[in-house]
């Protein structure tokens, strides 16, 4: 049995999608774990980092929230090699937390940006994109002011060369550094990324790209 958790902050407004997601293809229902707890679960296969707005996105998105006593489990257990994918607010949160590097910016042009956007699948080697094609273009959806991913050049350099940027926008969205969408550590076991895999696990949702995404994850359990 695959074990999961949800991260919960104050302001997170896509706990309950990915919980859904994550219950939908491990048949499992994750433990909500509230930010202001000191330990995770015992036994977790898979820690979720939602999107939202955690704590208003007051300061800098994900810094606060960076800072709240369950990071510390958290970021522990991306040392142990356990799994941690972070979407939107919790790519921010990653970053924030040094899981990840670089930053996420305020979006080019200074509007919030909230519709389907068209990717790029930058490496499929990873255990996170294991279930699509080097080169493949997905659609997921996107909703957030602070996209904008930026790094020095030599942190960019970095990451390209060491296979780490997994998904690039496929059209002009938000600015970010060389349209990097989605990044990984160097253990490959953390992912960050802005678009919301989880709202694309049925076709109700107007399609399934996201769905493998989770399905990967199972891999990994």
């Known amino acids: 049995m695959t074990r999961s958790a949800v991260i919960v ?22 433990a909500m774990v509230w930010h ?11 820690i979720g980092v939602p999107g939202g707005f955690s704590y208003g996105d007051y300061l800098r998105s994900g810094a606060m929230a960076a800072r709240s006593p ?26 924030e937390a040094g899981l990840l590097p670089g930053a996420l910016m305020r979006n080019a042009g200074i509007r919030f940006v909230g519709r389907d956007v ?20 997905v659609t997921f959806p996107v909703a957030h002011h602070d996209g904008n991913y930026f790094a020095d050049a030599a942190t960019l350099d ?31 076991n953390v992912l960050g990324m802005m678009p919301h895999p989880e709202r694309m696990i049925e076709a109700a949702h107007g399609g399934t790209d996201g769905r493998r995404l989770f399905e990967g994850l199972l891999e990994l359990a």
């Open 158 to 188: 970095r990451l390209e060369g060491e296979g780490r940027v997994v998904f690039r926008y496929a059209e002009p969205v938000n600015g970010s550094a060389r349209d990097i969408a989605g990044i990984v550590n160097v253990g490959g």
């Open 36 to 46: 202001r707890e000191t330990a995770l679960p015992d036994g977790l296969d898979i």
């Open 9 to 30: 902050f104050p302001g997170s407004n896509c706990d309950r999608d990915l919980a859904v997601a994550l219950e939908a293809v491990t048949g499992t229902a994750p």
């Open 70 to 95: 369950i990071m510390q489990a958290v970021i522990a257990a991306a040392g142990e090699g356990r799994t941690v994918l972070g979407i939107c607010n919790g790519f921010q949160v990653l970053t």
């Open 118 to 137: 068209r990717l790029t699948v930058a490496n499929s080697q990873t255990a996170f994109t294991s279930g699509y094609a080097n080169g493949e273009t």
